[in-house]
T-cell receptor, first 114, second 112 residues
Framework: KAGVTQTPRYLIKTRGQQVTLSCSPISGHRSVSWYQQTPGQGLQFLFEYFSETQRNKGNFPGRFSGRQFSNSRSEMNVSTLELGDSALYLC?????????????FGPGTRLTVT | AQTVTQSQPEMSVQEAETVTLSCTYDTSENNYYLFWYKQPPSRQMILVIRQEAYKQQNATENRFSVNFQKAAKSFSLKISDSQLGDTAMYFCAFGNNNDMRFGAGTRLTVKP
């Protein structure tokens, strides 16, 4: 069974631009969560989607948004990029939302904002 | 809100020895789950071990075991017979039906 895939793996953008990241969950998984990982802040929860609906949202500004499609694939969008948005963005999928089911992580998209 | 604290940013251990990584959490809930995830350098995060809060017995997975102290809200990870491949960032996480929180991580280096 294929794992969680994220595209692109690496991205360089300029301040003010917008970016869209994609995540394809493991087949059969209906829940997708997004995290931002930085050396200073660790792993921070962005949002979680289940059955095309956002279930939870972390403490991030409205510039961060996401959606989930009927095939469970998910995208996250960051508008008006800031230098501080440089991070590794991780996507994780699970059968159904959160605990107790294990979350399977993708390799991440490393976003660099210059 | 739930919080997870890992007080050891970095640790090291000699190959074949035992090391314990600490984690404390704060919650007012009674039903939840605790996890340890491992993130090797430049590799994907994988689940190491999981503990259900309603179970008193500590979870064990081969060389990995936990010491779960519910009253103290403590969830430490013990790695026995450390191997070079155990070198990684280790994240403690708290989860329930509505939330998943991760600690800041502990960078473990296994020395030959």
């Amino acid at each position: 069974k294929a794992g969680v895939t994220q595209t692109p793996r690496y991205l360089i953008k300029t301040r003010g631009q917008q970016v869209t990241l994609s995540c394809s969950p493991i087949s059969g998984h209906r829940s997708v969560s997004w995290y931002q990982q930085t050396p200073g802040q660790g792993l921070q929860f962005l949002f979680e989607y289940f059955s095309e609906t956002q279930r939870n949202k972390g403490n991030f500004p409205g510039r961060f948004s996401g959606r989930q499609f009927s095939n469970s694939r998910s995208e996250m969008n960051v508008s008006t990029l800031e230098l501080g948005d440089s991070a590794l963005y991780l996507c994780a999928s699970s059968l159904v939302p959160t605990a107790p089911y294990e979350q399977y992580f993708g390799p991440g998209t490393r976003l660099t904002v210059t | 809100a739930q919080t997870v604290t890992q007080s050891q940013p970095e640790m090291s251990v000699q190959e074949a020895e035992t090391v314990t990584l600490s984690c404390t959490y704060d919650t007012s809930e009674n039903n939840y789950y605790l996890f340890w995830y491992k993130q090797p350098p430049s590799r994907q995060m994988i689940l190491v071990i999981r503990q259900e809060a309603y179970k008193q017995q500590n979870a064990t997975e081969n060389r990995f075991s936990v010491n779960f102290q519910k009253a103290a809200k403590s969830f430490s990870l013990k790695i026995s017979d450390s191997q070079l491949g155990d070198t990684a960032m280790y994240f403690c996480a708290f989860g329930n039906n509505n939330d998943m929180r991760f600690g800041a991580g502990t960078r473990l280096t296994v020395k030959p």
